[in-house]
């Protein structure tokens, strides 16, 4: 069924803590591909059937509640990866190790303090059905 899953029922985990103030999470596949066209394909673009190389990537924005530091502890460490768990509500989890990019907080005078940080994979990501 088209359009079966809404985005408050993708949670995230991160070092085995769920984002419980997650407001928005994206995550981004990408397939580098190898060009291999030589004269004699006339102009015409030829690629590899296998990939150069796979990044991942995922984003979580959300509100920052004071006792929650998970990720703001992440950004801190001097080693700032950890598993992140896309958990897909009823359907299934992508698991995999990732470098934490960047993190800010937004801090508005009369208004919740939000955050933002991204991720990039080491590794693969495995699929579970749950």
Known sequence: MSGDIIGRKVSISIGGTVVATARTKSLTINNTSINVTADDD???QALLAEM???AVSTSVDGMR????TTLLELSLSSTPSAEIVLTYEGG???????FQDSYSEALA???AVTFSS????SGAMVKANI
């Open 118 to 121: 991204s991720y990039s994979s």
């Open 52 to 54: 150069g190389e796979k």
């Open 109 to 111: 005078y009369n208004d």
């Open 65 to 68: 509640l004071l006792a929650d």
């Open 92 to 98: 299934y989890t992508l698991t995999g190790t990732f």
């Open 42 to 44: 006339a102009g015409i």
